[in-house]
C-alpha cells in the first residue's frame, strides 16, 4: 500500500519537527560556552562537567535509545583515558586531538567486539557481561604494570598543546574549552543520528524488538552499530580525562564509574540526548557543593535526592523530567499540538 | 536610646570586621587537606583529619604570626578527583600547602601541580617509596612499605626463621612489600618456599592459606591493605596454622591499631614491623593517645602520626621562615627538621625529602583486656631502602 501524500507530509514535518532546535537547546549551549568567560574560576569543575556529560551522553545512547542497560561503561572511559596517555607518554601521537580521536577509535574497536556478546541475553544478562568486560580490562591493565603503571597509576604523561597552540593551563581554561568543543560537536552528531531514520529505527527496536523484527528492521545490526557508536563516545570521554588530569589511573575502570554514571543519567533523565548533561551538571555542583560543606555525609544527600526522584518519577524513573519537557514544547511558538504528540516521550509501553 | 545601643554595635562589628581584617593581612597560611572522607579509604582520612583537628586544638591556629587555615576536602580516593580538588585549591583558594594523599596515585597526580604551581605537597600516608622523587615539593611524614618490610626481614633472619611463604595483595604496594622482604630476607641466607599473590577486591584467603600450610614453611610473611587484616586473621587461625607451628610476620599494616581492638585473641603472637604503635612507651606518645582517644573515642593508628607530625611539620618550618610561606622557603626549612614525635624520634631526610625514624618490631599481646602491638626490639633512624640503594 502507497501512504497518501497527505500521511507522507504529515510524517516528514513531523520529523523535521523532531530534529528541529528548541530555544531552550540554544539557551543551554550559549549558557555553557558563556561559561569560558563568564566564570574563570569555575572551569576546573566544568571541565569534569564536560567530560561526564560525554560519557553520560555515550550511555544515553545506548540506554535512553536503545534500551541496552550497562554497569561496565567504564570500560570504554578507561580505554580512551590510557590509550590516550600512552599515546602521548611515549611520544607517538603528540597532538591530543588525533590522541582523542585514536582513544575513541580504540574503545570503539573493542565496542564493536564486545557488542556481540551484549545481543546475547535479556537486561540482567547484559549486565553481567559489561560488568564483566570492565572488571577483565581493569584486570588486564593491573597486570601490565610495565606498561599501565599498574595501581600506581600512568605517571610521566607530558600533555602537549591542543592543535600545538593552546597549552594546558593550571586553571583549567584550555581544559574547559577544549571539552565543551569536543561535547559540543560530538553533541551534533548525536542529535543528528537520533533524529535521522537511524534513530528511530532504534526507538522501535528499544519499545519492541519483537515487532521491530517483524516489520523488517534488522535489530541486531542496529544493536551492534549504536553500541560501537556509543563506545567511541566513552573512549572519547575518556581521552579528555587522561589530557586534562595527565593522568591514568585502574579506577578508570571501576564499577564505581559506571554505578555513577547511571546515576548521573537517572538524575537527569534518558532518552533526550540532554539528559547526560544535565545529570552530569547537577550531579558534580551537588557533589561539590555538598562535599565541601560536609566532607564525610555527602553521598547521604545524594542518596536521599536520588530516593526524591525516584518517588517522583515512580512510573519510570528516566523519565521525570518529562512533564518540564512537556512544558518546554508547549512553550515552544514553532510546535503546534498535532506535532507533538508522537513525541519521544513514549515510545510505547 | 535606641539608637545608642544601635551605634554601640555596629561600632564593635566594625573594630571586629577590622581586627579579623588585621589578621588577614598579616596573612594567612592556608593547607588544603586532600583526604578520603568517603569510599574504601575513609577510615585513613578519618584518622588523619582527627589527627590535625589535635594538632591545630593543642596548639593555637596561629604560629609565626600567621593564622593557619586548614581546608578540607574529600577525595575519596580517587585519582583525577584529586587532581581537580588540588588544582582548585591552588587556583581559587591560593592555598600554600596541600596535604593528605592515603593512596599513592592520588600522591602521584597532584606531583606535576606541586612542581607547575610551586607548592608544598605534603603527603601524611601513602607509603610507595618513588613518591617523594616525583616533585623537589613533596615532603613525606607517613613511611615507606620498604622501610617496614626490610626490617621484618633482618628480624626474621636473625629469630631462626630460615623458610617463608609470602602472601601480598596484588597491588602496587603489594608488590613493593613482597619485593623487599625478600631481596633482604634472601641476602641473610634465608629461602622463599612461594610467593603467593591474593586479589586485592574481596579476598578469601583460605586456599592460599593451604597453599602456604603445605609448603611448611617457618613463617609466612603478609602483607594486606590495613583494612583486611581482620579477615586474614580469622582465616589463619580457622586453619590451625597457629597450632602447627607457623609464625605470622609482616609489616604493621596488617594489625592496624585501628582494627587491632576487634581481631580477637587470633591476632595473638603476630610479629611485624612498622613505624608507630599506640602502645609506644613514651611520655609524648601517651599524651598523645589519651588526648586523641578523649577527642574522637577511636584510637590512633599509623596514619593519625602521619597527620599529626604533618601538621607539626608546617607549623616548625614557619616558625623557622618566620612565616614566609612560599614554597622553596618552607621545603627549604623542612629539610633535615628533627623533632620527638608520638611514634618516637623522626627526621625529614635532607636529601630526599623522606622521612627517616625508628621502625619497631612488635608482638600483638593482649594488655589490661585489649590488644596491642607491644614494641620489642628497635631498629634506629631507618631510611626509605628503595631511595638508599640507589645512591
Known amino acids: 500500500m502507497i501512504p497518501s501524500p497527505a500521511a507522507i507530509r504529515a510524517a516528514t514535518e513531523w520529523l523535521s519537527a523532531r530534529a528541529r532546535w528548541h530555544p531552550l537547546e540554544m539557551l543551554f549551549w550559549l549558557a555553557a560556552f558563556a561559561a569560558i568567560f563568564v566564570l574563570p574560576d569555575q572551569h576546573l569543575i566544568l571541565t569534569e562537567i564536560a567530560w561526564l556529560g560525554l560519557f553520560a551522553l555515550s550511555l544515553d545512547l545506548i540506554l535512553g535509545y536503545a534500551g541496552i542497560i550497562s554497569l561496565g561503561h567504564a570500560a570504554f572511559l578507561g580505554l580512551g583515558a590510557y590509550t590516550a596517555a600512552l599515546l602521548a607518554k611515549f611520544h607517538i601521537v603528540d597532538e591530543p586531538v588525533l590522541a582523542l580521536l585514536c582513544g575513541g577509535f580504540v574503545a570503539m574497536a573493542v565496542g564493536f567486539v564486545t557488542s556481540f556478546l551484549v545481543l546475547r541475553g535479556s537486561d540482567l544478562t547484559r549486565l553481567m557481561v559489561t560488568l564483566g568486560v570492565a572488571l577483565i580490562l581493569a584486570e588486564i591493565a593491573n597486570r601490565n604494570g610495565w606498561l599501565t603503571g599498574g595501581a600506581d597509576g600512568l605517571q610521566g604523561v607530558d600533555i602537549k598543546p591542543v592543535l600545538g597552540l593552546f597549552p594546558f593551563d593550571l586553571a583549567g581554561h584550555t581544559g574547559y574549552t577544549y571539552c565543551l568543543i569536543v561535547l559540543f560537536i560530538l553533541f551534533l552528531l548525536a542529535r543528528r543520528l537520533v533524529n535521522s531514520p537511524f534513530g528511530l529505527s532504534l526507538l522501535s527496536v528499544k519499545s519492541n524488538p519483537l515487532r521491530a523484527l517483524a516489520i523488517g528492521i534488522s535489530v541486531d545490526t542496529r544493536l551492534v552499530i549504536i553500541y560501537t557508536i556509543s563506545a567511541f563516545y566513552a573512549g572519547v570521554a575518556g581521552a579528555l580525562v587522561a589530557q586534562t588530569t595527565a593522568f591514568a589511573s585502574l579506577d578508570l575502570f571501576s564499577f564505581d564509574r559506571s554505578a555513577d554514571l547511571l546515576l548521573v543519567l537517572i538524575i537527569g533523565g534518558a532518552g533526550y540526548l540532554y539528559g547526560g548533561l544535565i545529570g552530569a551538571i547537577i550531579f558534580k555542583f551537588m557533589q561539590d557543593y555538598l562535599s565541601a560543606l560536609t566532607p564525610q555525609y555527602w553521598p547521604f544527600w545524594i542518596g536521599l535526592v536520588l530516593v526524591v526522584l525516584v518517588l517522583v518519577g515512580r512510573e519510570r524513573i528516566t523519565s521525570w523530567t518529562t512533564p518540564i519537557r512537556r512544558l518546554a514544547a508547549r512553550l515552544d511558538w514553532r510546535t503546534t499540538a498535532h506535532l507533538t504528540a508522537p513525541s519521544t516521550e513514549e515510545p510505547g509501553h | ?391
Do not use: C
Request: glycine letters at 8%; charged letters at 20%; a positive charge.
Open chain 2, 1 to 391: 536610646m535606641m539608637s545608642k545601643y544601635v551605634t554601640g554595635a555596629v561600632a564593635a562589628l566594625a573594630l571586629g570586621a577590622l581586627a579579623t581584617g588585621g589578621a588577614y593581612a598579616q596573612g594567612t597560611v592556608k593547607i588544603g587537606l586532600i583526604v578520603s572522607m568517603t569510599g574504601q579509604q575513609a577510615s585513613t582520612g578519618k584518622q588523619i583529619k582527627a589527627a590535625v583537628d589535635l594538632y591545630m586544638k593543642q596548639h593555637g591556629d596561629t604560629v609565626a604570626g600567621k593564622k593557619i587555615e586548614v581546608i578540607l576536602r574529600d577525595s575519596g580516593s580517587v585519582p583525577d578527583h584529586t587532581k581537580r580538588l588540588a588544582q582548585e585549591l591552588i587556583v581559587n583558594d591560593h592555598v600554600n600547602i596541600i596535604a593528605g594523599f592515603e593512596i599513592t596515585p592520588a600522591a602521584l597526580v597532584a606531583a606535576p601541580l606541586a612542581t607547575k604551581a610551586k607548592v608544598v605537597e605534603l603527603v601524611m600516608a601513602a607509603g610507595t617509596s618513588i613518591i617523594t622523587e616525583k616533585s623537589p615539593y613533596i615532603v613525606r611524614t607517613s613511611f615507606t612499605v620498604p622501610q617496614s618490610a626490610v626490617i621484618i626481614a633482618d628480624w626474621a633472619a636473625q629469630n631462626k626463621i630460615k623458610k617463608v611463604v609470602t602472601i601480598v595483595s596484588d597491588y602496587a604496594p603489594g608488590y613493593d612489600a613482597e619485593k623487599s622482604f625478600t631481596e633482604r630476607f634472601k641476602s641473610h641466607g634465608g629461602q622463599i618456599l612461594q610467593a603467593i599473590r591474593v586479589p586485592l577486591a574481596n579476598p578469601d584467603f583460605a586456599p592460599f592459606l593451604q597453599r602456604a600450610a603445605d609448603a611448611k614453611p617457618d613463617a609466612i610473611y603478609i602483607f594486606v591493605p590495613s583494612g583486611q587484616g581482620g579477615t586474614f586473621m580469622k582465616q589463619f587461625t580457622e586453619r590451625g596454622l597457629d597450632k602447627a607451628g607457623i609464625k605470622l610476620i609482616g609489616t604493621g599494616d596488617v594489625t592496624d591499631d585501628d582494627l587491632l581492638p576487634g581481631m580477637g585473641d587470633a591476632a595473638i603472637g603476630t610479629v611485624t614491623a612498622h613505624m608507630y604503635s599506640a602502645d609506644h612507651q613514651s611520655a609524648a606518645n601517651k599524651a598523645y593517645v589519651a588526648a586523641f582517644e578523649k577527642a574522637n573515642h577511636f584510637r590512633p593508628n599509623f596514619m593519625s602520626v602521619g597527620g599529626y607530625d604533618g601538621m607539626h611539620l608546617i607549623y616548625a618550618a614557619l616558625k623557622k621562615t618566620k612565616g614566609k610561606a612560599d614554597a622553596e622557603s618552607l621545603i627549604a626549612a623542612m629539610k633535615g627538621m628533627k623533632w620527638e614525635s608520638p611514634r618516637g624520634p623522626i627526621e625529614i631526610d635532607p636529601q630526599t625529602r623522606d622521612i627517616i625514624q625508628n621502625i619497631y618490631i612488635r608482638k600483638v599481646e593482649k594488655k589490661d583486656g585489649q590488644l596491642y602491638n607491644v614494641e620489642f626490639e628497635t631498629f634506629k633512624a631507618v631510611k626509605d631502602p628503595v631511595k638508599a640503594a640507589k645512591k
